[in-house]
């Protein structure tokens, strides 16, 4: 079956420390591929998408991701975090059809 | 917009009671879809709908019910329930982009805090 792996469940950063959440996913066609964000008491939003073309791909915020396929990877960025960006993220993955999956999650904590 | 609705907020039930949990979307989105969303497992897909008058089952169907007379509304029914049922439920509503997925962007809910003692 197709999964996908968050690997930090939580993270804590200070401000201004770069950012990698890592994202990988088991199949191996055609994906699309996303990052939601829920920030406290907020609910989900979308952060980026990829399907297709340049695999770095530049989301709000400041947040790029970039697709290796060779990896199975989608990888999340942000060279400086800020305080705001405390909230979970999740990757999930698109195989084609009408079913998206989600991963575990990734809970950030940044210090002020 | 009000984007995607979701009432009510929260929710206690016993074991063994029934309950609908409302989900509208002013989008004309055809897709909409129930997710549970229960710590260190993300969210999982319930049921989806793909239009009205179409329903099919997600990873986690068992104990749910939904249908969908309108393009708006996709309530999800709970029949019996039990305390394996408590989560918090998020409904979301998407769009078919024509480039290749069948879902693009989902657009969420606020959610539903559902407790079944």
């Known amino acids: 079956a197709q999964s996908v792996s968050q690997h930090n469940h939580h993270v804590i950063l200070s401000e201004a420390a770069s950012l990698e959440l890592g994202c990988n996913y088991s199949y191996g066609g055609t994906v699309n591929l996303f990052w939601y964000v829920q920030y406290p008491g907020q609910h989900l939003q979308l952060l980026l998408k990829y399907f297709s073309g340049d695999p770095l791909v530049k989301g709000i915020k400041g947040f790029e991701a970039e697709f290796i396929k060779s990896k199975f990877s989608f990888n999340l960025r942000k060279p400086s975090v800020q305080w705001s960006d405390t909230a979970e993220y999740f990757c999930?993955?698109?195989?084609?059809?009408?079913?998206?999956?989600f991963g575990a999650g990734t809970r950030l904590f940044v210090k002020a | 917009n009000a984007g995607v609705t979701q009432t009510p907020k929260f929710q206690v039930l016993k074991t063994g009671q029934s309950m609908t949990l409302q989900c509208a979307q002013d989008?004309?989105?055809?897709?909409m879809s129930w997710y549970r969303q229960d710590p260190g497992m993300g969210l999982r897909l319930i049921h989806y709908?793909?239009?009205?008058?179409?329903?099919d089952q997600g990873e986690v169907p068992n104990g749910y019910n939904v249908s969908r007379s309108t393009t708006e509304d996709f309530p999800l029914r709970l029949l019996s329930a039990a305390p394996s049922q408590t989560s918090v439920y998020f409904c979301?509503?998407?769009?078919?982009?024509?480039?290749?997925?069948?879902?693009?962007?989902?657009?969420f809910g606020p959610g539903t805090r559902l407790t079944v003692t």
């Open positions: 709908s793909v239009g009205a008058g179409i329903t």
């Open positions: 999930a993955v698109n195989t084609g059809g009408f079913k998206t999956i």
């Open positions: 979301a509503s998407s769009y078919s982009s024509g480039t290749g997925s069948d879902v693009d962007e989902q657009y």
């Open positions: 989008m004309n989105h055809e897709y």
